[in-house]
């Protein structure tokens, strides 16, 4: 099965989340981060920066949980196409 090209609008969003992980870890080692989410490092650091423009839905909820991170919240901060969390 072909996978249809994303959007720019699905590219972005990608960015997007991978920002607010990355805020959400702060200063917590990556590695850490990976762990405690079951994933490797090196797939964290894509999901981060944005190459990984949409992560299956298991591995965002599997960093949600270990970044104490509600999904509500996460979903909300992309819908509304803020980049911080606070809000």
């Given at each position: 099965?072909?996978?249809?090209?994303?959007?720019?609008?699905?590219?972005?969003?990608?960015?997007?989340?991978?920002a607010?992980?990355?805020?959400?870890?702060?200063?917590r080692?990556?590695?850490?981060?990976?762990?405690?989410?079951?994933?490797?490092?090196?797939?964290?650091?894509?999901?981060?920066?944005?190459?990984?423009?949409?992560?299956?839905?298991?591995?965002?909820?599997?960093?949600?949980?270990?970044?104490?991170?509600?999904?509500?919240?996460?979903?909300?901060?992309?819908?509304?196409?803020?980049?911080?969390?606070?809000?």
């Amino acid at each position: 099965m072909v996978r249809p090209p994303l959007t720019p609008a699905e590219r972005d969003r990608g960015r997007r989340l991978g920002a607010l992980l990355r805020e959400a870890r702060g200063a917590r080692p990556p590695a850490e981060v990976a762990a405690a989410s079951g994933i490797s490092p090196e797939v964290l650091r894509k999901i981060e920066s944005g190459r990984v423009p949409t992560p299956a839905f298991f591995t965002v909820a599997a960093l949600a949980r270990a970044l104490e991170l509600p999904l509500d919240r996460l979903a909300a901060a992309l819908d509304d196409n803020r980049t911080a969390l606070s809000a």
